[in-house]
């Protein structure tokens, strides 16, 4: 479950169709987002290989507050006592993960879209339906990169949800998206660069222009919260996700 530097100093813990990264300097380690419960043995187990432990872990970074996103956060933070950081607009939605904003119906698209059946399915199995929200989470600012693993440039990408944040990585020609664009699409089955379908969307229309953040960054690495690495390069990635539009 765990592929190592996917970018550099940026490993990938997958499970369940969702993606956990590890980010490493010189002295500590940043999660960013936690995965569904069932993840969390994985995701544990990974930090440890790497050679971490309690007090090497500087920060859990949710880019939002999704169930998805936040499904380990508080066990994770009381295994290696690290503090959950998450934009202040997405603070409600960790505490309370399913009182989120969204576009359509979540129960049409198993319907309309027979492929995203195993990957919902799968969501589901790995404690989808079960997760606690997560209190006591700190403010990600602008200025909270520079105190992180790999001092990421934070981008407000707001669309998704109101306070979702991607983390540029200049030096290492790497960005994690989060949901602000993913490469696999839980809800179609769909694969290629896109926003996330309206069924956990706020606004599909913010999400689309919010992808110009990303474009500007010229990052060549692109790390998805759904699907693989992108090494294609942001432009094309968003160009694509843009031609592809709203779901």
């Not at 950081?85 to 879209?113: K, M, N, Q, V």
């Not at 602008?142 to 030096?171: D, K, R, W």
């Amino acid at each position: 479950m765990l592929t190592r530097n996917v970018a550099d100093g940026i490993h990938l813990v997958e499970h369940a169709f969702t993606n956990v990264y590890l980010v490493e300097d010189e002295r500590s380690l940043m999660i960013v987002d936690s995965g569904l419960p069932a993840a969390q043995h994985a995701v544990s187990s990974a930090v440890r290989s790497l050679g971490y432990g309690p007090g090497s872990v500087s920060a859990i970074v949710l880019t939002h507050g999704h169930f998805d996103h936040t499904g380990t956060a508080a066990k994770l933070r009381a295994e290696f006592r690290a503090p959950i950081l998450a934009h202040p607009a997405d603070h409600y939605i960790a505490a309370h993960p399913y009182r989120y904003a969204h576009e359509r119906s979540r129960w049409t698209y198993p319907l309309r879209f027979p492929a995203s059946l195993r990957s919902l399915g799968a969501m589901t199995l790995a404690g989808a339906l079960l997760v606690r929200g997560v209190a006591d989470v700190q403010d990600l600012g602008p200025e909270s990169g520079t105190a992180l693993p790999g001092t990421p440039n934070l981008l407000h990408t707001p669309g998704h949800t109101a306070g979702h944040v991607a983390l540029h990585f200049p030096e290492r020609d790497a960005l994690i998206c989060g949901d602000s664009i993913v490469t696999f699409n839980p809800y179609t089955g769909h694969r290629g660069p896109q926003i996330v379908s309206g069924a956990a969307t706020a606004d599909s229309g913010v999400a689309l222009a919010s992808l110009q953040a990303l474009a500007d960054t010229g990052a060549k690495t692109l790390l998805t919260g759904h699907g693989d690495p992108w090494t294609g390069g942001a432009q094309a990635a968003v160009e694509q996700a843009l031609a592809r539009g709203a779901s």
